[in-house]
Every structure is written in structure tokens, then in C-alpha cells.
């Protein structure tokens, strides 16, 4: 399967868009990812999330909606490689 290119900006707004959609994650304020090299702990993507505010959400359901919502996204979205 062919992965679609993406900013970062766009796959950080894709995550914050999936995870606010999750039970208790509604108020989750901001997520960043940052690149990486491919394996298999990251689906073989070039890119992983660097950090999470959680905002006015509970810590432990914000990173189990991102586990979930990254887990995904890595196996659908690509990083455009900085210049």
C-alpha cells in the first residue's frame, strides 16, 4: 500500500482531529510529531509523535487515543522529508 505524502502540520491536525474524537480526549490541546528513521516500532513510517498536550484531558486516555490514532496514521501517511 502506497502511503499519501503529508506535512507535518497536516498529520498533526489528522491526529488531533482522530483523538478528540475519543472518549474523554475532546480537550486535548496540541500534538508533534518529528521524523524518524523506518522499523518496525513505528509500521516502517518516517515519522512518530514527539510529544502531546493533553490540555484539560485525562493523561491516560490522550496517550491511548494517540497509541491508537498514530498507529494508524503510520500505516496511511508519510512525512514530506524536510529540505
Do not use: Y
Not at 480526549?25 to 518529528?34: G, L, Q
Not at 509500521?43 to 490514532?69: Q, T, Y
Request: glycine content about 4%; overall charge negative; charged content about 30%.
Amino acid at each position: 500500500m502506497t502511503r499519501v505524502l503529508k506535512t507535518a502540520d497536516e498529520i498533526e491536525q489528522m491526529l488531533l482531529i482522530d483523538v478528540r474524537q475519543q472518549r474523554h480526549c475532546d480537550k486535548v490541546e496540541a500534538i508533534r510529531i518529528c521524523g524518524c528513521l523506518p522499523d518496525d516500532d513505528n509500521n516502517r513510517a518516517n515519522w512518530k509523535v514527539a510529544s502531546v498536550d493533553p490540555g484539560g484531558a485525562s493523561r491516560e486516555f490522550a496517550g491511548a487515543a494517540v497509541m491508537i490514532a498514530m498507529d494508524r496514521l503510520q500505516r496511511e501517511v508519510s512525512l514530506i522529508p524536510w529540505e
